[in-house]
Structure formats: structure tokens, C-alpha cells
T-cell receptor, first 115, second 114 residues
Framework: GAVVSQHPSRVICKSGTSVKIECRSLDFQATTMFWYRQFPKQSLMLMATSNEGSKATYEQGVEKDKFLINHASLTLSTLTVTSAHPEDSSFYIC???????????FGAGTRLSVL | SQQGEEDPQALSIQEGENATMNCSYK?????LQWYRQNSGRGLVHLIL?????REKHSGRLRVTLDTSKKSSSLLITASRAADTASYFCATMNAGGTSYGKLTFGQGTILTVHP
């Protein structure tokens, strides 16, 4: 199957700092990438959808200035959590989908802890 | 909000037994997918069933879809300890601005005891 690499897997940062998470599709062109947030023992909540070369579409209630998404190439999308606060602590997961494909391939996730 | 609801929320069985998980949804769908998540990891795609299909098999997995009841079930036969994970159904809407997005259910935590 297709491989999606997500880095870092774990990050601990101080309140007020910004954190960048990378999501790469290693063996296919990801025309669309998705960013999810998951709380312990809960389901995935879609934060935003990004198409290569265009602005991301954010879900209702997700602050676009807080969670900056860039999808500059067909293999890389980044999520930057700006001025992170303890309430931003969570498990963030990216996924990628090729053109016309129905299946999403997921990264391994990033656990963010903001102190 | 998550449109999928799954039951049971947790399922504990012995190795060799079958595990059945159910998923209900609310809107018209293009397809329904099942994913597996090991603790603290990303999701792995298991199987996709299209809205015009009623049943699909893949190895020890059997998925059914009843669009009239807006429900699906995932059956894992002859379970193994390695099947221990969370299982999520996800629906892809039939069209409109939500096309291509997946809406995940709440998940079922499956524990298979050796």
C-alpha cells in the first residue's frame, strides 16, 4: 500500500511556541491531504482539507490562523500550530489521497504536548 | 460532528472467536470504509464497500452494507491476539462540497485475549 510519513512522532514544547508537523507521501502524488485531531479514546475530527497549490479548507470551529496548513507540493503538507497552548495538546494525524482515489493513507500521527 | 455511530464501544473476546462491529450513519454515501488503529498510531485502511454493494470479503474480514437502514457491519472471523486494536467506520458522502472527505464513527475497541 501507499506510504505516508509524518514527523515528528512526538513533540513537547513550551506554551507560546510554534510547532510544525510534516506529512509526506512517499510513493504517490497526494493531490489532497487531510489533517485530523484525535483526543484519547475518541474518534478522529477533521480539521482541514488541503489541495496541492491552493488554500486549505477548514472545518467549522477550527481557527485557520491558529493551525496554518501549507500544501506546496504533491508530496508534502505541513501543519503549524502557532502559539501553542496546553489545550492544543492532542494527537494530530495526517492522511493523503491520490487523484480520484477513495482511500486515504494515514501517517503514524504526532503527539503534541504543550507545557 | 461525527455522523457514524458504532457499537459496541468495546468488545472483548477470546482468540478464535468471531468479532462483529456495527456502524450506523445518517446521510447518503458514496462508499463506506473500515479502518484499524493500533494504540497511539495512525489508521490503516481495511476494506471499502460502495453504496451499490451489499457485501464484501477480504481475507478474514466480511463487511455488509444496508443502505436502507444506513448501517454496516464488520465481521472478523477466527480472531487473533494481533487483531487487538480500535476499528473505525468512515463514510464518504455522495457529493457536494463534502465529496472526498471521510466522516469517522466513534470506533470500537476490540481486545482479543490469547
Amino acid at each position: 500500500g501507499a506510504v505516508v510519513s509524518q514527523h515528528p512522532s512526538r513533540v513537547i514544547c513550551k506554551s507560546g511556541t510554534s510547532v510544525k508537523i510534516e506529512c509526506r507521501s512517499l510513493d504517490f502524488q497526494a493531490t489532497t491531504m487531510f489533517w485530523y485531531r484525535q483526543f484519547p479514546k475518541q474518534s478522529l475530527m477533521l480539521m482541514a482539507t488541503s489541495n496541492e497549490g491552493s488554500k486549505a479548507t477548514y472545518e467549522q470551529g477550527v481557527e485557520k490562523d491558529k493551525f496554518l496548513i501549507n500544501h506546496a507540493s504533491l508530496t508534502l503538507s505541513t501543519l503549524t500550530v502557532t502559539s501553542a497552548h496546553p489545550e492544543d495538546s492532542s494527537f494530530y494525524i495526517c492522511s493523503a489521497r491520490g487523484q480520484g482515489r477513495n482511500i486515504q493513507y494515514f501517517g503514524a500521527g504526532t503527539r503534541l504536548s504543550v507545557l | 460532528s461525527q455522523q457514524g455511530e458504532e457499537d459496541p464501544q468495546a468488545l472483548s473476546i477470546q482468540e478464535g472467536e468471531n468479532a462483529t462491529m456495527n456502524c450506523s450513519y445518517k446521510t447518503s454515501i458514496n462508499n463506506l470504509q473500515w479502518y484499524r488503529q493500533n494504540s497511539g498510531r495512525g489508521l490503516v485502511h481495511l476494506i471499502l464497500i460502495r453504496s451499490n454493494e451489499r457485501e464484501k470479503h477480504s481475507g478474514r474480514l466480511r463487511v455488509t452494507l444496508d443502505t436502507s437502514k444506513k448501517s454496516s457491519s464488520l465481521l472478523i472471523t477466527a480472531s487473533r491476539a494481533a487483531d487487538t486494536a480500535s476499528y473505525f467506520c468512515a463514510t464518504m458522502n455522495a457529493g457536494g462540497t463534502s465529496y472526498g472527505k471521510l466522516t469517522f464513527g466513534q470506533g470500537t475497541i476490540l481486545t482479543v485475549h490469547p
